[in-house]
């Protein structure tokens, strides 16, 4: 059997054999930026090799269809090599097929890891077990956007192995359910190989009399009488032989009047599929009956065999195969394909549009913080909980399926009213927001609700999907926490933000991004210490876009890593060219993103940002989040290498996060930053302003300077005077402005390279 590799040990086992052979193909001289030349045998090679792995052949062109038909949708190549890594069968996507040609990918190409680099076929030969190697993992950068899987089916006669089944795909469609998938398929090639190598082996006459026989048995005479019923007919069927020797053979369930049917036409019957169910142990047993008739030496009829072998299993594994190609393999929930089906079959099945039925899309919020900080391993434990919560809450009322990632979708019946469902939508959101303790560690996370409902917002499945997804986006640009249902309106909103994503990776190519700065004020000398660098779009027809209109699409598009590298590098610059007019005071401060932060070499990113600039590292402050710090360990390490450069640190968004102050005393930090809510409310507040002079006295007790953003009027300027704050930003002083705008306002009016109020 193929184990398929299900924890992190073999999880990290995987990573570390792609390594070491990444490390061989250094070694080798091999060049990742060209596309090797395979190894092609002769077509004359090739027909040997077919010929001799024809029942292997065989085996695999009666699984392969059926496994595509289980993934339809799924652009996919089923790839088949013999023991020596030669390509012998392909099948699957014609686009892929085309592009792999191109690069000289066909039959009878032998894979090697001295000639095509760190690949999952050799891999899988080589450790006789299970790989992926996805993306990058490749050595060649020609197949960084592929996905690839393979799995090993033995040879049980010598140990070895037969050859190799694999997956290529495009990487963004990388799954691991395909590699669960796949080594189902060789799971079942392996069984139906040994049991066709049994029924070519062993003699008809031996398997009736062998007691090791893995075949059932039955011979009858030329009248249908029971001569012969062998010790695997008694296994399966529980009957004893001495109780049927010399009965009539149709008293028997099942078989007998096929039995009988051979005698009256004389017929043979091949892999006819029979269920016994086994009269001792009560257990139902599937099996591929053949039966035909015996005939002697001058051709006289004198009666009939019947063999029957045990395909429980591999009829079992295609059981499962389909189950795991319509559930999801963390929660066992249905996935999004069953959601297809089931929603399908229920408007196919309804006779009129008189009867509602609703589809709730659930998306958590900030799921992804929490992946990033404390990684996927809590991440997935926390879905399974919420899986279960929803589950256990739901029951008769709907059908919860997970669409993947950290999207969950409820389908409810018809007999709901919307009242029912804006009473089932709160419920929902209150089960959500309870909080999780996983590993000791408490987490507080909430959900954004779209709902579209049959027959008013759509009559067809995919559109009634993508109005759930509206309502859902809409939900959460209210704040999140909620539930919005679908109207109209939104695919005006929809295209606007589809046609953002289209262009925000232009943007970026075009050098469309620009920045602004707010300065910041000391409130004791009333000079400018500092500008905090704040990124905008400045989109050719639609003019300046605010971030928070197109950081929330960075984000889902993974695009934050490359703005925040932008963001750092222009900022530098822009206060190296400052310091450089004499303005040696200023410090720049600029924020990452929580992908930024847990990158890896984020340190020595930002060390090669400070030698291109010439930046002095005091001069520089990063910004972070309260939420960024929920993984301790990692990020104290992080802060301190940063620090260790000079490098200040400061908390953005004080008093929103979860942070613990024990915590917070053992971190490489300089200033906190108070939260704009805190500040625009303070006056009118009484809860606001204790809060903000609690912060500033933690602050100082700590050695910490405060930094109050959002400051708007006079009014709140000498409140924060008055609780001893360090230093404020706001538009009471300026707004974000561009690098040449700061200059006229501030920098012409400087002497002594001081800002001066």
Request: proline content about 3%.
């Amino acid at each position: 059997m193929i184990q398929l590799p299900t924890n992190i040990d073999s999880y990290q086992e995987n990573l570390r054999l792609i390594e070491e052979s990444n490390q061989r193909c250094r070694s080798l001289g091999l060049d990742p930026t060209i596309v090797p030349e395979s190894i092609q045998i002769s077509q004359e090679q090739l027909q040997h090799i077919q010929r001799e792995t024809l029942e292997t052949l065989k085996v695999v062109e009666f699984f392969i269809p059926e496994f595509l038909n289980m993934v339809k949708g799924t652009p996919l190549l089923i790839v088949v090599t013999d023991n020596q890594g030669i390509v012998t069968y392909i099948e699957g996507d014609s686009t892929i097929k085309d592009v792999i040609k191109q690069f000289g990918f066909r039959t009878g190409v032998q894979f090697t890891e001295s000639y095509n680099g760190t690949n999952c076929i050799s891999l899988a030969l080589d450790h006789n077990k299970p790989v992926e190697v996805i993306g990058p993992q490749h050595y060649h950068e020609f197949l960084s956007q592929s996905a690839c899987y393979s799995v090993p089916f033995k040879n049980h006669r010598t140990d070895g192995t037969f050859g190799t089944v694999s997956i290529m795909t495009a990487l963004n469609f990388q799954d691991p359910l395909l590699l669960s998938l796949l080594s189902i398929v060789g799971n079942s090639i392996e069984r139906e190989i040994q049991l066709r190598e049994q029924n070519k082996d062993l003699n008809v006459l031996n398997q009736m009399v062998t007691e090791s026989a893995q075949t059932a048995m039955i011979l009858t005479d030329q009248v249908g009488r029971i001569m012969e019923f062998n010790p695997y007919a008694e296994k399966l069927t529980g009957l004893k032989r001495k109780n049927v020797l010399n009965q009539p053979v149709q008293d028997l369930a099942i078989i007998g009047d096929w039995i009988k049917k051979i005698i009256q036409t004389k017929d043979r019957f091949s892999d006819l599929e029979v269920i016994f169910n086994n009269i001792d142990s009560s257990k139902e047993t599937i099996c591929l009956f053949d039966g035909r008739p015996i005939y002697s030496e001058n051709k006289h009829f004198i009666g009939t065999v019947g063999s029957f072998r045990d395909i429980t299993e591999r009829y079992e594994n295609q059981l499962l195969m389909k189950h795991h190609a319509h559930h999801d393999e963390l929660t066992g929930l249905p996935n999004r394909r069953y959601f297809q089906m089931y929603v399908n079959s229920i408007l196919e099945s309804s006779q009129s549009h008189e009867n509602m039925l609703a589809v709730f899309l659930l998306d958590l919020d900030r799921f992804k913080l929490i992946n990033d900080t404390l990684g996927h391993s809590k991440g997935d434990t926390l879905l399974v909980e919420i899986a279960q919560r929803l589950n256990d809450y739901l029951l008769n009322k709907g059908k919860l399926f997970r669409m993947g990632g950290d999207e969950f979708t409820i389908v409810l019946s018809a007999s709901q009213t919307f009242d029912d469902l804006k009473n089932i939508a709160d419920d929902i959101i209150e089960i959500v927001r309870k909080p999780f303790v996983i590993q000791g560690l408490e987490f507080h996370i909430s959900t954004s609700i779209g709902i579209a409902i049959y027959p008013n917002d759509s009559s067809d499945v995919t559109t009634l999907f993508s109005h759930a997804d509206n309502a859902m986006y809409r939900a959460k640009e209210r704040g999140k926490n909620g539930y919005c249902f679908y109207n109209s309106d939104m695919n005006e909103e929809s295209m606007k933000k589809l046609t953002l994503e289209t262009e925000l990776e232009l943007a970026i190519k075009n050098d469309d991004l620009v920045l602004h700065y707010q300065p910041q004020i000391d409130l004791q000398t009333n000079q400018i210490i500092g500008m905090e660098a704040l990124l905008r779009w400045n989109h050719p027809q639609l003019g300046l876009i605010p971030p928070s209109d197109f950081i929330p699409i960075a984000e889902e598009m993974g695009l934050m890593v490359i703005l925040g590298e932008w963001v750092l590098s222009q900022g530098c610059r822009q206060m190296k060219t400052w310091h450089d007019q004499g303005l040696t005071s200023l410090k720049i401060s600029i924020n990452l993103s929580p992908q930024e932060f847990l990158k890896q070499r984020l340190v020595d990113k930002v060390k090669q940002v400070l030698l291109d600039t010439g930046l002095t590292p005091n001069c520089l402050e990063l910004e972070i989040t309260e939420s960024m710090t929920m993984d301790v360990i990692r990020s104290t390490s992080i802060l301190e290498e940063l620090s260790e450069l000079g490098i200040q640190i400061a908390i953005d968004d004080f008093g929103k996060g979860f942070s613990s102050l024990n915590y917070l005393k053992n971190f490489h930090i300089h200033r906190l930053k108070i939260d704009r809510s805190f500040i625009h409310d303070m006056i009118s507040g009484p809860k606001d302003a204790k809060i903000v002079g609690t912060i500033i006295s933690i602050a100082h007790a700590l050695n910490l300077k405060v930094i109050a953003e959002g400051v708007e009027n006079e009014e709140q300027l000498l409140f924060l005077r008055n609780l001893n704050c360090d230093e404020i930003q706001g538009f009471y002083y300026s707004k974000p402005l561009p690098a040449i705008e700061i200059e006229r306002k501030y920098i012409l009016n400087s002497s002594r390279g001081v800002i001066q109020l």
